[in-house]
C-alpha cells in the first residue's frame, strides 16, 4: 500500500535554513507528482508547493517563493523541500502527499517544523 | 485568507444527517474546478475523502457524499456516527490566484 514517511523536522532559528526528506513506498513514484502541505498549530491546511513526475515544473505558494525549493530523486523514490530564510510564520507541520488531478490522494504523518529563537 | 470559506464548526446527535458548505468564487468553484474533501481525526494526518465533487475513495463509507453547484460545494453526513468528529476540509483551485487553495475548515461534533 503507500507509504509516505517524512522527516527532517525539528527546531532551527529564525533565518536559519532546513531540508525535509519524504521518503515513497507501495507505489511508482515516478508516476505521480507530488506535493507539501503545511499546517500550523491550531491551524487550517495550507498548500506549500507541488512537483510534477519529472520535476521539470514546480509551482509555490506566494508565502513560501523564493525561499523554498521543491525537488525530487525518482531513483531514491523521494521528495524534498529545502527551505531557507525561515520565518516564525513557517511554523508547522509538514506534510508529504501523492497528487492525482488537483487532489492529494495519499499522505504522509508529517513532521514539525518549530521557528523560534 | 483562504479564497474558500466554511462554517467554523457544525454538530449533530448520532444519527442525523449534518451538511458542510464550501463557498468559493468565479476564479475557482464557479470556473468549473473540481472540490476535493479532506477529513483530519483528531491528532492524524488528513485522509482524501471526497474528490472529483462526488466521488468517494474506495473505503470511504457511503454515508459521505459529496455535490457541486455554482460556486460552491457541499459535504453531507448522513447516519452520523461518533467517529465522524474531526476537522473537514474542501479544497479546489483557484485561476485568480494560480494555486490551490483549502477551505477554512469545520470542526464536527457528534453531540
Not at chain 2, 79 to 91: N, S
Request: net charge neutral.
Amino acid at each position: 500500500q503507500v507509504h509516505l514517511v517524512e522527516s527532517g523536522g525539528t527546531l532551527v532559528k529564525p533565518g536559519g535554513s532546513l531540508r525535509l526528506s519524504c521518503a515513497a513506498s507501495g507505489f511508482t513514484f515516478s508516476d505521480y507528482h507530488m506535493t507539501w502541505i503545511r499546517q500550523a498549530p491550531g491551524k487550517g491546511l495550507e498548500w506549500v508547493s507541488y512537483i510534477t513526475t519529472s520535476g521539470s515544473t514546480t509551482h509555490y505558494a506566494d508565502s513560501v517563493k523564493g525561499r523554498f525549493t521543491i525537488s525530487r530523486d525518482n531513483a531514491r523514490n523521494s521528495l524534498y523541500l529545502q527551505m531557507n530564510s525561515l520565518r516564525a510564520e513557517d511554523t508547522a507541520v509538514y506534510y508529504c502527499a501523492r497528487t492525482g488531478e488537483a487532489v492529494a490522494n495519499y499522505w504522509g504523518q508529517g513532521t514539525l517544523v518549530t521557528v523560534s529563537s | 485568507q483562504s479564497v474558500l470559506t466554511q462554517p467554523p464548526s457544525v454538530s449533530g446527535a448520532p444519527g442525523q444527517r449534518v451538511t458542510i458548505s464550501c463557498t468559493g468564487s468565479s476564479s475557482n468553484i464557479g470556473a468549473g474546478y473540481d472540490a476535493h474533501w479532506y477529513q483530519q481525526l483528531p491528532g492524524t494526518a488528513p485522509k482524501l475523502l471526497i474528490y472529483g465533487n462526488i466521488n468517494r475513495p474506495s473505503g470511504v463509507p457511503d454515508r459521505f457524499s459529496g455535490s457541486k453547484s455554482g460556486t460552491s460545494a457541499s459535504l453531507a453526513i448522513t447516519g452520523l456516527q461518533a467517529e465522524d468528529e474531526a476537522d473537514y476540509y474542501c479544497q479546489s483551485y483557484d485561476s485568480r490566484l494560480s494555486a490551490y487553495v483549502f477551505g477554512t475548515g469545520t470542526q464536527v461534533t457528534v453531540l
